[in-house]
């Protein structure tokens, strides 16, 4: 059996041949407010990375803020000095990057698995989660959806500008579902689809949503928790990339405009045993109920996970699909926690809540804490919609009391790490008081 580095060796070897005219390759890794930092390396050096040299980064890249900023996190930024922090290849992800006007290729990056790991470093924190579950013999099958909206690639005064339909070369400012929207787009989409697909992404089904200009990327099944996290981190950046050479830009914002639906990122998981049985399924599917307990219960502990920024929280009520209140349904697309229809084999949540723009390593590992807590306490869940329509418990919606309620939240610091949970608090924290700083027009047209 090869070795973990004479197999790495051998991926880049590969790539080299296959892409002689690529010179550098970004080595990335998803920061806490889920965009990607890294260095960019000549192909050479990766090569030595490969067979066993060193690999590090400041461990604080991951405590970025969304406009790339540092705060003080107790110790953490300012006095620590700034310490490095070893990361490994991540196999299976060196890919050619086709969006870039010069030959390019990236690859993922991780802590996971070095060893001293970062703790609040969000595929860490998935790995983790998914370790746990491993030794207890649950195994999840994943698959997300992702929202996003196609804007004009020029910006209006900083505004979006709705999306230029190629064929009448009008804005394509109506909201509908309509298959021909596929169609008119087919150039960039086509493109989007198959560059996820050079990165080894398994795209399914693509649908025209509600909003204008707006469509959904299904992905496929994956046993591997990671892998699938990593797909939807991976094509929220190449799907940047493709739009902006095709003349658009490609916006995964939770709630760019107040009178369309926001986009939002549906993830679905099964659970199943070592001998491949549908745990949820099992006893009349009384672990199903218990899961979906579980869920609702952290499922507001939860909410700077799901909404991680001041526009997610936008989102959330007030148009189609998105709830307000913890819920759950069969086949009902108002509930956080969706039970769709399907045969025991495949019987699984879909959950809803979370914007388009969050951590997806982060979202999935809170999806199945609330899983895990689910089928440990074995409670019952509250009344579903299909019976009343009223069901639901609150959950905050306005990012400080979303903070305040995660950071005691004893399951929470037990399964996701009490370091984690503390330095996510106050990155998301200070993240709002910074974009709380800063005068609009309204405020002098309101009060001055």
């Known amino acids: 059996m090869k070795s973990h580095s004479s197999t790495l060796l051998a991926e880049v070897r590969t790539f080299r041949q296959n892409h002689p005219d690529v010179r550098y390759v970004d080595l990335i890794a998803l920061d806490i407010p889920g965009h990607f930092y890294g260095k960019r390396y000549p192909v050479e050096m990766l090569e030595k990375v490969a067979a066993g040299s060193p690999l590090k980064l400041p461990q604080n890249a991951v405590l970025l803020g969304a406009q790339g900023g540092l705060f003080k996190i107790g110790d953490y930024c300012f006095n620590d000095g700034d310490p490095d922090a070893n990361r490994r290849l991540v196999p ?72 230029r339909d190629p064929l009448s070369d009008d804005a394509d400012d109506q909201p509908n579902l309509h298959i021909e929207r596929l169609s008119r787009f ?25 909003g204008p200009g707006q469509f959904e990327i299904n992905f496929g099944h994956l046993d591997d928790g990671l892998r699938a996290a990593d797909w939807a981190a991976l094509f929220c950046r190449s799907t940047r990339g493709v739009a902006l050479k095709h003349g658009y830009r490609a916006s995964f914002m939770a709630k760019p405009y107040l009178q369309f639906p926001g986009s939002g990122m549906h993830v679905h998981v099964s659970l199943y045993d070592g001998a491949g049985n549908n745990l949820l399924a099992a006893h009349q599917q009384q672990p199903l109920r218990h899961a979906v307990a579980g869920c ?11 909404s991680p920024n001041h526009n997610a929280f936008r989102r959330l009520g007030g148009t189609v699909n998105a709830a307000t209140r913890a819920s759950w349904g069969f086949e009902d697309r ?82 996701l790490g009490a370091e984690f949970v503390d330095v996510y608090c106050e990155n998301k924290r200070q993240d709002h008081l910074a974009f709380q700083h800063e005068l609009h027009a309204r405020e002098y047209r309101w009060f001055l």
């Open 296 to 306: 609702l219960e952290l499922l507001p502990h939860c909410m700077p996970i799901f």
């Open 92 to 163: 299976g992800t060196l890919k050619p990057v086709s969006w870039e006007s010069q030959p390019l290729g990236q690859m993922l990056i991780t802590s996971d698995g070095t060893e001293a790991p970062i703790e609040f470093e969000p595929r860490e924190v998935l790995a983790k989660v998914l370790e746990r579950l491993q030794h207890k013999g649950i195994h999840p099958v994943v698959a997300f959806e992702l929202e996003f909206y196609l804007f004009d690639k020029k910006l209006d005064n900083g505004l979006p500008q709705f999306a």
């Open 186 to 210: 087919s150039d960039v989409l086509d493109d989007m689809a198959q560059t996820a697909r050079d990165q080894g992404i398994d795209i399914t089904v693509i649908t025209a949503e509600i």
């Open 334 to 415: 108002d509930a956080c926690v969706r039970i769709p229809e399907s045969d025991p084999r495949n019987l699984r949540i879909e959950h809803r809540l979370a914007s388009a723009d969050a951590n997806p390593y982060l979202v999935l590992a809170a999806i199945l804490v609330g899983l895990e807590h689910g089928l440990e306490a074995k409670r019952e869940p509250i009344t579903p919609l299909n019976e009343d329509r009223s069901s639901g418990t609150d959950f905050p919606l306005e990012m400080l009391d979303a903070v305040r309620a995660m950071r005691h939240q004893p399951v929470l610091r037990d399964k």
